[in-house]
């Protein structure tokens, strides 16, 4: 490619849209959903085992790599791509989030936030400037701009002075970025939930000009009524014409809610965590393996899905191997979740290709709610 990325909508049914972002390193179909591979890995699971899955794209994150092993040894060994042996697009976040939650002693100013490792106690400063340096350094395909995200719920006057940080940071985001053929950057819109400051913050990053647009500062606690009632008017304050990531999100029934507002593409480290703690999504509802019905069962997690795990294995032979602390139990779980996610996004391709999304949601809904009354 010669310019950063292109954009293009290839059909849409209410506001879910579907189409393709192009980068130099492939296609990201979109509604995408992004597994997070935090520190340079998904965990649990192989890179090949990933793409198998149907993912196009993968999360990395400046706040956990800039620590360990540092972007710039991640740099002299091949870039981060190299590294983690992932050739299709990576989105790295710009490690704002991971500043505000994770560190210690942090200490926010116009400049940016200084703040001690939460790995060992080490001091650094996170900048715009030093963000873009680490995501440059990295390798990244799709570089976020550095931002502050306050928790929720927070005063109207704190979450106004945050974004307003937030937009100054962006442009000098934007600036330090500069012309890099192949890469793109994202703005990352906030205001919480106040419809009037998330306007001001669309109408900022517009002017400043991204590849793409992010709608941040939302999955931090405000419960998802609250979440949808944000995203019924949040992303229509964005271009129509460059992709809408919701940042951070989530559940199954958060991301068909998300694309039925608009959004194209989401990030959560929840099918990975949740593999690992012994919950498996279903298009029948969530499947807790621990849980002693499992015991004796021989079918599979879906009998329609066509994962290693549920091809391979039975719930009760599943249930022993997380009870008995195997790794194989967080890996096949894993690999399910994530199939069962990019699954999930496939059909909506296809309901938002044939405008039959509305319908595809009601079946959506319905059959999410079966899980707990199949007979054993």
Known sequence: MTGRISFTIHGTSGKARTGVISTRRGEIRIPAFMPVGTAATVKAMLPESVAATGADVLLGNAYHLMLRPTAERIAALGGLHQFMNWSKPILTDSGGFQVMSLAELRKI????????????????????????EIQKLLGSDIVMCFDECPALPADRDRIADSMRLSMRWAARSRAAFGDRPGHALFGIQHGGLEKELRAESAAALCKIGFDGYAVGGLAVGEGQEAMFACLDYAPDMLPEDKPRYLMGVGKPDDIVGAVKRGIDMMDCVLPSRSGRTGQAFTRRGDVNIKNARHADDPRPLDETCTCPACSCYSRAYLHHMFRAGEIISSMLLTWHNLHYYQ????????????????????????????EDVLPL
Do not use: C, Y
Request: glycine share 6%.
């Open 343 to 370: 699954h999930l996004m496939a059909e909506m391709r296809e309901a938002i290709t044939a405008d039959r999304f509305a319908k595809w949601e009601a079946g959506f809904n319905a059959e999410r709610a079966q």
């Open 109 to 132: 100013t116009e400049e940016g936030v200084t703040f001690k490792s939460h790995i060992d106690g080490s001091r650094h400063m996170l900048s715009p400037e030093r963000s873009m």
